[in-house]
């Protein structure tokens, strides 16, 4: 019989998971690439498809980059938990006889480390193409640095519930896109403070409290979601 | 009215398991016990439900009613002991194809518990996999690629398989490699819930399950 230390083991089922799942990605740099494109691409026809005023391009600045990261975060989505789910690896995970939640939690972390940090880092320069104004840029970067996990976790909900469909286009979009709308509001309403001058200490902690809150509840209900579509 | 109490000595039991899909019934009032060291042929033809008893069984599948059993105690109160004994290999065998053989078990053996990599590459040289650790799984074959999910057979310290046509794909060394696996298994304790279609030749008796009867 075999002593069971529960925290331990569930910890590193986590890294292991983590590891395997960055490995997965960096073997696939290439498809990866494909959403960080989509933002870059999209963003930069804005100035060419509206104005190239700086005054006008200003307003819509960052109203533009947040809805094209949301839609760059959904674009990636999909390398979640398809491919496991096609392989036969998701039964081994559901087999596991450690927490789901740690598993889960660690392919969420992954997703957002190879698909959310780079739309993050590559904000300065949209920002720029942008005409964001100079004092906007930190809020801007904490509110996606904050928010690009959020959209992470939330998405992670929309694909395990979908992942069993055969073509899921539409539908992941529309259980995703409405369950983003808060973080796309407090993202945006931070950085206008911050444009405005005004302290911006107040809408980050909100989206602070958003992202503890899906970090607890996220994984659990993908988890469940993903007990149904394998059934 | 049979009695709720199963017999205590049996490592998995199962009770008045029933089950339907799309309409059609699958099998109902399933009743068996399998003890340590026997094998449970489930038998049927295509589409009577063997795949579906096996996936619920393990617990992936909860579209039944009844009650299973894992040394007298319900696995619904008392899953976390049961997959720790429990090795399942389906008909998607769990391999990723671009991870390499050495990776995808470092990942899939570690999910039940702790496991050194030399473990799994001499399980890998075992199963003649020896020089394919490290290339990535999409340049295998697909036997190959089935002897690499059966090496986790060799590493797990799964009491109890459960394996869906484990002997597909694999070539007459394979096959023979297999049942050797299974012998040693059964002789060590071990229990076995295995479909297949290839006629098994082990050193223990075979308890049938024809799920065309129910």
């Known amino acids: ?231 | 009215m049979p009695s709720d109490s199963p017999p205590p000595a049996a490592m998995l039991s199962a009770r008045q398991l029933h089950c339907e899909r799309d309409d059609r019934l699958l099998f109902q009032e399933l009743d068996f016990d399998l003890g340590e060291g026997q094998v449970l042929q489930v038998k049927g033809s295509n589409g009577s439900g063997k795949t579906t008893l096996l996936r619920i069984l393990c617990g992936l599948n909860d579209n039944f009613t009844g009650n299973i059993y894992w040394f007298g105690q319900a696995v619904a109160r008392h899953r976390d002991e049961f997959l720790a004994s429990l090795l399942y290999l389906g008909h998607r065998v769990g391999v990723n194809m671009v991870l390499s053989p050495l990776e995808n078990l470092r990942w899939a053996c570690n999910l039940q518990a702790p496991t050194s990599d030399e473990k799994i590459v001499r399980a890998l040289e075992k199963l003649d996999l020896r020089g394919f650790e490290d290339s990535p799984c999409h340049n295998l074959s697909a036997g190959q690629k089935q002897r690499v999910s059966l090496a986790r057979l060799l590493v797990s310290p799964a009491r109890l398989w459960v394996l869906d046509e484990p002997f597909t794909t694999l070539d007459i060394y394979g096959v023979a490699a297999l049942e050797e696996l299974l012998a040693e298994h059964v002789s060590a304790g071990g229990s076995v819930v295995v479909t297949t279609h290839h006629a098994l030749s082990v050193n223990t008796d075979i308890q049938y399950l024809n799920l065309d009867d129910s």
């Not at chain 1, 993050?120 to 996606?144: C, Q």
């Not at chain 1, 929309?158 to 973080?183: D, Y």
């Open chain 1, 1 to 231: 019989m075999t002593v069971n230390h529960p925290r331990a083991d569930g910890f590193s089922a986590f890294v292991v998971t983590l590891k395997r799942d960055l490995l997965v990605a960096f073997k696939r740099r290439n498809d990866l690439l494909n959403p960080l494109m989509f933002f870059f691409i999209v963003v930069s026809l804005f100035p060419l498809g509206i104005s190239p005023e700086r005054e006008e391009l200003a307003e819509i600045a960052i109203g533009v980059l947040w809805v094209c990261a949301l839609l760059a975060s959904l674009l990636s989505l999909d390398n979640l938990y398809r491919s496991d789910y096609e392989d036969g690896s998701l039964e081994l995970l559901l087999l596991s006889p450690h927490a789901l939640y740690f598993m889960v939690l660690a392919k969420i972390l992954s997703h957002w480390l190879v698909s959310g940090v780079p739309l993050v880092l590559l904000s300065p320069l949209l920002g720029y193409m942008l005409a964001l104004p100079a004092e906007a840029y930190p809020a801007m970067i904490g509110s996606l640095l904050l928010g690009t996990p959020i959209l992470s976790l939330l998405g992670s909900i929309g694909v395990a519930l979908t992942v069993s469909l055969g073509s899921r286009g539409l539908i992941l979009a529309m259980i995703i896109l409405p369950m983003s709308v808060p973080v796309l509001i407090a993202g945006t309403l931070a950085v206008g403070q911050a444009m405005d001058g005004n302290p911006v200490g107040g809408h980050l902690a909100i989206m602070g409290a958003m992202l503890a809150l899906a970090i607890s509840m996220a994984p659990l209900a993908s988890a469940a979601a993903l007990r149904i579509s394998v059934n």
